[in-house]
């Protein structure tokens, strides 16, 4: 029989163990390794049964066994202790609060999706899990976050294989009341709610479940509430499973309606308000519309018009972009939007301004679509992406909307992401630190003392993680072959499966098809030598899960697995469905080396690689995202890639040799090589040990260790983000708000009048003295443009010299700026700007003048998209 109705039934503990309750309801437990330890020592066996959640945990101890751990004098004050360093945690002063004054109160994050613990199946990838090391480097600075979601029923789906190797999804529905959350209630009792209005008179109502991520509290918006029809319940039904209007309705829930949950939580909790706003990507895109109709609100005393609230909402938003291709973007129709914005959305904002935000009216654009990221870049005033590339790889994709501007001008920055070390480092490998050189994060300088270690300890201690790896792959692969419908009989092999003692090499992650899941498939023959070498062998543990609908990624993955399930190869190589968390933080430690092999530069970060150095994984990767910029030579290596104009054909077969050579000559010799020098006398060779440790091969380990992981961590990243973006978004929020957005009003009215004013902005002509007719470095020459302004103001303006080397098209490089200073006034809105220029360089020089629009609240010259070029 089946339940019609289910619910979870809270666990009451005795009083001397209370802080249990608080310690299992905070999601810090996932990276505080002391809370962990301390829920498995109350009971193995239960804690493992529970799948290390400690709700559930709880949720499965008896009465009576309460009642002995509440006896167990030493487990109440280990149980207290935890207890209090939690209080201690949660209140004190940390990185962020030195800041004092310079800095804002609060910062809204939205995010589709959050990888915070594998008890939270709230991701998808790469995404999500930023997003949720993002809160968790957050609560460790203490930088004020408030994270906003959406609380999916199913989740994101669980992986497993048919017989024939084929992807099959399943969808679990979440118990929320199971999970580590609570809902946000109002005074009365009853749930708070947010209410939007959708078309046909329907409504999408929806509750708002908080997760305590150490000190950041994570609202999670629940459509799956009594008082909407089938279909408003099913917006929250999974993540990206959906598409149309069930996909617009989960990113209106999550952008407005993510607004609306804000001012519910801050009314009833008495939270600073945010002034900082962080979109990210695109899919959240809607909370600036949100804003925007707050401010145009009738009922406020002094309601702003559009272009006073869209100024004072982008002046203290930031947008994250990690799309490396237009593929990856979500586009309605704009018909679509225009539907759901009739309905009362927003009845104070004109729906026509709105579908000018996302549209693409630049080349190459579709006028009938409305793009999320274009609109998530319109909204905001600062931009960026993931990586150093990535920023060079989204001012190119996103240059249509600011047309006459170098690439290389376009307003979209880069903040490289990083990983939370606490999380994703090994507990094997913190405890090492602590117990070699005391120091437990990779941000203390003390982490460096790592070179002092003895090569052989560390060895040791690699060859540990790769056991742990290789009995957790024996045990999912034997549960994989039975959900594939295997016998037990069928199965002793698995037994056997990999070996403690050969190069271990690892790659796990989404399968669209720009990551190249099969690239190491490209000469079968070629893999199987490897796999199988007699000298320096080497196994690969792969892993990843393709989108639903994506048939070319599921086609790989059966590829791939039909492969592995060779009889020959399957003790070298294994793929292990149902990547997520949990396996992952096995995974990582436990590989010697990292492979990445996407299409460059199509990687917007990649952060798998981060985990992996952070454990003493050595990188094999493609020049791209982030391992682009931190390559060294001596963390790892670089796969060449094919620049040649090769075809797609052509250049994966360049590629995979490229890998397969790398492999056989470099990364497998190296790790099998154990012969060192043990230093030379003045009269004869130096004498070699053989001591089975591979010296080289630690001195790159060491290295990593001390050098890459305090670039890769996500401390470091969010004192970036805080630094180069919320401060000053921050600042900018502050100046535009004075005195009932004065400032604001002010911005706004200026930026009218220079867009109204300037298609009568031109330079009508340029010219130059003091040139000698041989010119010389280090002489100078005067400038003299004559531009014509109209309506405008100097005031209004910069008018420039670009100057530099100029090649065989007249293009400048190595482009140096110079301003012009007005020197006449000519009348009728005519002016002569004057400035002088000094020849910096031999050979071809050139030059040529602009005019941009120039204001204090201007965060880029090229913000508004306008430039004037002689």
């Not at 799309?323 to 586009?331: M, Q, S």
């Not at 905001?380 to 992406?385: I, M």
């Not at 009932?740 to 911005?747: F, I, P, S």
Request: proline residues 6%; glycine residues 8%.
């Amino acid at each position: 029989m089946k339940a019609i109705r289910r619910f979870t039934v809270r666990t009451v503990l005795p009083e001397s163990i209370a802080p249990l309750g608080k310690l299992a309801g905070n999601l810090r437990w996932s990276w505080h390794l002391p809370t962990t330890r301390l829920f498995h020592d109350l009971d193995p066996t239960a804690w493992e049964a529970s799948g290390q959640d400690p709700v559930a945990f709880l949720g499965s101890v008896t009465r009576e066994q309460l009642s002995q751990l509440a006896d167990n004098e030493r487990l109440v004050a280990r149980i207290q202790e935890l207890g209090d360093d939690l209080d201690r945690y949660l209140s004190e002063p940390r990185w962020y609060q030195s800041l004092g004054a310079d800095a804002p109160r609060s910062i809204a994050y939205f995010s589709p999706e959050y990888g915070i613990s594998a008890v939270l199946p709230q991701y998808s990838g790469g995404l999500g899990i930023l997003a949720g090391d993002h809160l968790k480097a957050a609560s460790d600075l203490g930088v004020p976050l408030i994270g906003v979601g959406l609380l999916y029923q199913a989740g994101y789906f669980k992986q497993s294989l048919s017989r024939d190797a084929w992807q099959q999804e399943t969808y679990p529905v979440l118990d929320p009341d199971g999970l580590p959350l609570t809902l946000l209630r109002e005074e009365d009792g009853t749930p708070a709610k947010v209410v939007l209005p959708l078309p046909a008179g329907r409504q999408l109502i929806a509750h708002i479940w908080r997760a305590d991520v150490g000190r950041v509290p994570l609202l999670l918006l629940d459509s799956n509430v009594a008082g909407n029809d089938e279909a408003a319940r099913n917006v929250t039904d999974r993540l990206y499973g959906g598409g149309g209007d069930q996909r617009l309705q989960q990113e209106l829930l999550l952008g407005m309606g993510g607004v609306k949950a804000l001012r519910i939580f801050e009314r009833l909790t008495g939270t600073p308000a945010p002034e900082v706003f962080h979109t990210n990507e695109g899919h959240a895109g809607f909370l600036g519309i949100e804003r925007i109709r707050e401010l145009m609100d009738p009922s406020n005393a002094s309601p702003m018009s559009w272009e006073e609230a869209l100024t004072a909402g982008r002046s203290c938003t930031v947008f994250t972009t990690h799309t490396p291709v237009p593929a990856g973007i979500d586009r309605f129709e704009k018909s679509q939007i225009e539907h759901f914005f009739d309905a009362g959305l927003a009845p104070s904002v004109p729906t026509a301004k709105v579908l000018t935000l996302g549209a693409e009216n630049y080349v190459d654009g579709d006028p009938n679509k409305f793009n999320m990221a274009v609109m998530g870049l319109r909204l905001a005033q600062r931009a960026n992406g993931v990586a150093k590339l990535h920023g060079v790889v989204s001012r190119g994709m996103f240059s249509g909307l600011w047309p006459g501007f170098d690439t290389s001008e376009v307003p979209i920055s880069s903040v490289t992401n990083g990983v939370h070390v606490p999380t994703w480092v090994d507990p094997l490998i913190a405890d090492f630190a602590r117990e070699h050189f005391g120091a437990e994060s990779v941000l203390d300088p003390q982490w460096s003392r790592v070179y002092d270690v003895e090569d052989s300890d560390v060895w040791a201690l690699r060859r540990r993680l790769r056991s742990n790896l290789i009995d957790d792959v024996r045990q999912r692969l034997r549960s994989s072959w039975k959900k594939r419908g295997a016998a037990d009989a069928e199965l002793a092999w698995t037994n056997n499966v990999l070996d403690p003692d050969v190069l271990t090499i690892g790659f796990a992650r989404r399968v669209p098809t720009y990551k190249r899941l099969t690239l190491m498939l490209r000469d079968p023959a070629r893999l199987k030598a490897l796999l199988l070498h007699p000298d320096n062998p080497i196994q690969l543990v792969i892993a990843g899960k393709s989108h639903p609908a994506d048939e070319q990624g599921k086609r790989m993955i059966q590829d791939l697995v039909r492969f592995t399930d060779d009889p020959e190869v399957r003790h070298r190589i294994v793929f292990l469905p149902n990547y997520d968390i949990a396996m992952a933080r096995t995974l990582f430690p436990g590989c010697d080396v990292w492979l990445n092999n996407p299409l460059r530069p199509l990687e917007a970060c990649g952060t798998s690689g981060m985990k992996s150095a952070i454990n003493g994984g050595l990188n094999l990767s493609v020049l791209d995202g982030w391992w682009d910029e931190m390559y060294d030579g001596d963390n790892g290596w670089a796969i060449p890639t094919a620049n040649n104009d090769a075809s797609p054909e052509e250049r994966d077969d360049i590629e995979a040799s490229a890998l397969y050579d790398l492999l056989e000559e470099q990364v497998a010799p190296r790790f099998y090589s154990t012969v060192r020098s043990e230093g030379a006398g003045a009269a004869g060779p130096s004498e070699l040990s053989h001591d089975g440790v591979p010296h080289q091969w630690v001195a790159m380990i060491k290295h990593t260790m001390a050098n890459l992981g305090p670039a890769v961590s996500a401390e470091r990243m969010l004192q970036d983000y805080v630094s180069h973006l919320y401060q000053p978004a921050w600042r900018a929020g502050c100046l535009a708000a004075e005195s009932n957005y004065t400032a604001a009003k002010h911005t706004a009215a200026w930026r009218s009048r220079i867009n109204d004013g300037w298609s009568a902005v031109q330079v009508e002509h340029v010219d130059s003295v003091g040139v000698a007719e041989d010119p010389q470095i280090g002489d100078s020459l005067t400038v003299n443009a004559y531009v014509s302004l109209g309506a405008l103001s100097p005031d209004d303006v910069a008018v420039e010299v670009a100057y530099g080397r100029a090649l065989d098209n007249d293009e400048l490089s190595e482009v140096a700026l110079a301003d012009l200073a007005v020197s006449e006034n000519l009348g009728a809105g005519r002016y002569l700007f004057s400035g002088g220029v000094t020849i910096d360089h031999s050979g071809s020089f050139g030059y040529t003048v602009r005019v941009l629009p120039k204001h204090v609240s201007l965060a880029s010259k090229s913000e508004l998209g306008l430039v004037a070029n002689a």
